[in-house]
């Protein structure tokens, strides 16, 4: 059987960019193959973290995947460092990666342009990425395409460990990206990204007139000044968002309506808080259940993790055995 791994990193509460960007894929792949989702709290710790706060974080996120419908019955929903074979095998892949191919990835370009000192972990980020994924041997890999990158140095480091310690077999699979089908969230401000860090985001749990409160002054098309200048809804982030949550037939006269400003743009958001709230009502139920009986989110990581551990123990054995290990 197929077998597909993403992973996510313990933020906190989910937000509309991580829900459609990754988990919602995530719960309509979860059928179609093995699947293995993983909170990753070990890249969560290359920047400053207060250890009390990762806590709280780890288990918000995993209380928010599973209330978005991630089944544990049918998947694994597991912590990273649940599971110490990660760390094991990306040590061991650390010793077949030339440190001038961790160099080129963008993120770490950008990432350490920032920072006047860089750790080591911030360039090792990647190895441990491609530990994290063939350590399930996974074949395909859920992802936006700012991580396609990494995944191609995962394939490579697939690749090069293969011609070195198992010439004769494709030991780990070269996993194949799948492109999650929502383009990339905005935020609220409509210039980059949502994310936590720049407080344009909307959480799933946050309630209707605390939804309302941030869409209202959300930003639109920035040349629709008036109710009576027709707009572009293509440049218009509250578009693409009525794209992810409305119905067809709701999108379509969205985009009529704009370009022939045949309403305002408060018209057009009212009508995006209702699609959101049919799609985020059954998830907040959910997740009130899951708060009310603490042990079920215990059981569901801890089952996740089992089974996690004895994936990756049968492939560690093959590792050490290639390598001399055994
Ligand atoms: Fe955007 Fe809707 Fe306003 Fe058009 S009417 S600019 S799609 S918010």
Redesign the pocket.
């Known amino acids: 059987m197929a077998r597909i791994f993403s992973g996510i990193q313990p933020s906190g509460e989910l937000h509309i960019g991580n829900y459609l960007g990754a988990v919602k894929n995530w719960v309509a792949l979860q059928a179609t193959a093995e699947s293995f989702f993983c909170i990753v709290d070990y890249h969560a710790i290359i920047a400053a973290y207060d250890p009390a706060d990762l806590r709280i974080r780890r288990r918000e996120m995993a209380l928010g995947l599973l209330a978005s419908g991630l089944d544990p019955q049918h998947t694994s929903v597991f912590v990273q460092s649940d599971v110490p074979e990660h760390t094991e095998l990306a040590w061991i892949f650390n010793t077949v990666t030339p440190v001038g191919e961790l160099e080129r990835q963008t993120q770490f370009k950008d990432k350490s342009a920032r920072q006047e000192s860089v750790m080591a972990g911030l360039l090792n980020y990647p190895i441990l990425q491609a530990a994290d994924i063939l350590l399930y041997r996974a074949d395909t890999v859920p992802v936006g395409e700012d991580q396609v990158q990494h995944l191609e140095l995962s394939r490579v480091i697939a690749r090069r460990w293969n011609a070195q310690y198992a010439p004769d077999a494709d030991y780990f699979p070269e996993p194949q990206p799948k492109l999650t089908p929502t383009r990339r969230i905005m935020g609220l401000d409509g210039q980059a990204k949502m994310s936590k860090s720049l407080n344009n985001t909307i959480g799933l749990m946050e309630s209707p007139e605390e939804i309302w409160a941030k869409l209202r002054p959300a930003m639109?098309?920035p040349k629709?000044i008036k109710k009576t200048d027709p707009?572009?809804?293509e440049v218009?982030?509250?578009?693409h968002l009525?794209k992810a949550f409305s119905p067809p037939a709701t999108v379509e006269h969205?985009?009529m309506?704009?370009s022939t400003a045949g309403?305002?743009?408060i018209?057009?958001?009212k009508v995006l808080a209702g699609s959101m709230e049919t799609e985020l009502v059954p998830i907040r139920s959910r997740a009130a259940e899951l708060r009310a009986r603490p042990a079920a989110l215990d059981e569901a990581l801890a089952a996740g993790a089992e089974k996690c551990r004895r994936v990756a123990k049968e492939t560690m054995r093959g590792v050490r055995d290639r390598m001399g290990f055994d």
């Not at 218009?236 to 578009?239: A, D, H, L, Q, R």
């Open positions: 639109t098309d629709r707009g572009t809804p218009c982030n509250i578009y009525h969205v985009a309506q704009c309403w305002g743009c018209d057009c958001k």
